[in-house]
DNA sequence: TTGTAAGCGTTATCAC
DNA sequence: GTGATAACGCTTACAA
């Protein structure tokens, strides 16, 4: 069933089918219903490429994702369910593509085959080859994260440095002393992901204008992982009282050694970071955090593609995002650690630290 | 730049172009190289829309997932990204339509407008509108679950109900008397979505067969959610002490509130169920379970997808997968509950509880 | 071994 | 207000 036919049953020709369908030129209120009237009985719908052929353009954007290999976390989850919502207010798909190395078939079959109006790339690095390739291929983008050159490009991203930084001055603000950074994998950091390298030096900034002791270290994106770092990290530095995390995945492992050490929180150690809503009102307790708004950011990066690819030639906008930290109940005032020693965690009830 | 623009810098014609590119047809090596360094030069490729509409197939699928309200689990979020994975293997790029209603407009615009080749349907229901609708569109398509007709369609499946039975034969072998469902939500037995139903089948069955006590309750699909579950259900069954678990998102929760009762695992409790691998692994004490295998699953209906592509009339399979139990450290024999007492659970260290 | 030309199903430009 | 007709860029008989 295509418009021909259509155009034939109704008496008419294509261009008026055409035409009654797209409203871009006026059809008698008559033939416009018989046309409707046919096209309903016979469920005519468009054929997507003929029209995408026909117009140049096909209603369709390209969401680049990190390749299945590297596990996704709930957060880049979120953005893909939330990229999805937000195109479809506009009537646009999406197609997803898998793409981390520089030698990428889906990726460039996506891009050079024309097959999109525009691409969301997520997970942006510092230098980001996909970036370069799309800048080339003049095909409109935005980035959920920016590179190394900031005023380049659409992007909407998080000021994790000023994030990080906020969470340092909450610790700080509460009399914490000594306090840890736990951030994303080392070879995260060693690739130049932003997000990162970001949280290293809000952390590093504002620790130092503080006059804190700051320890940093990496964590691996598991909660087995972050069982064993907060494990290594308090034997190492037993004076801190306050940790800060970009890893949200590593949550449950922390949760997990903090109570097998007997670190009742926030009793004798603080919490707080960035994270997803979600993973912040699964800890235990409900984590006070700057929490990730991550529909809010697709929605922008949606709608700043969708503006970019009706005006290629307009302005480059950036957006970048600083939510509040939503008080939960992980953080507190510092105490004694002499009150409950953690050197000693099977020693009797641990009910004065837990109270404490 | 496009295939004439090549044909005419190579000096032939634009179908020797086609050709060349296809190899559906012999070209003189020396014409042949020549285009292709024509080419490469100009950084050429076919226009995906021209060629889908010339070919009449649009060398992409539909995925589709639930919408983006209901939070996807991480099982369903790997099916995504294997399921893409998979399809690049087959130079096919995946559309992705968030649809659950029956009124949803990314669904039948990729289904009528011709967008794919054919569709994978995640997380169908017993009764399922979109299967039926995809049948009279003649779209083909595979899905991950099956509908009540079994015979019908095509289909990659995990026998839930034989899987959950052998989790409490297995608990039975070891001695429980007294066991537990936790299944997926109430609304998803209510709206008849397969694995739920299934797994409670095969829970109750199993039970009868076995002679053992059994409570099968439905826990939101979150952790608090299962932490609340596990203790309403130990509170009012305290002779249990072995869980099944067909729902992952609520084994956070669940491992919370049994080392809040004191409750050992698998000393006092044993846990077992079917759950992703990432999952099972991240319990503590990692869990023993039958591990969803997701990747092959998605695999198999990428592979049965194209099967069906590329011969419509061909026969429709089904893959009904029984993955073994993968013996980790979260069952064992039950133990005199008298040893350690649950109501008591702040009474001086839990000592001989671990280590029962 | 290669060229010519007829589709594929739309949209959009001209006429009337 | 409506109908021809030419793109859009490719594939694929059919000829040569």
Redesign the pocket.
Known sequence: M???EIAKRA??????V??A??G?????E???RRILRVIDEAG????AS??A????RTRTIALVIPPAGRRLTPIQLGFVASVVAAAGLHELDVLLSPSGGEHDRSFERIISGRRVDGVILMEVRLQDARAARLRESGLPFVAIGHTADAGTGCWVDLDYEGLIGNCVHHLADLGHRAIALINRPQEFLDSGYGPARRALDGFTAAAAARSLTATAICCPDDAMAGEACVENLLAAHPAITGIVTANEAALPGMERSLRRLGRAVPGQISITGVVGRHWAEEFHPPLTAADVPISDMADRAVGLLVERISSPAGPERHILLTPPISLRSSTAPPVQRAECDPALPSQGSHAECLTS
């Open positions: 295509n418009i021909g008496g008419v020709s294509r261009s008026t055409s035409y369908l797209s871009k030129r006026t059809v008698s008559a033939t416009r005519y719908r468009p054929n003929a029209r052929l026909a117009e140049g």
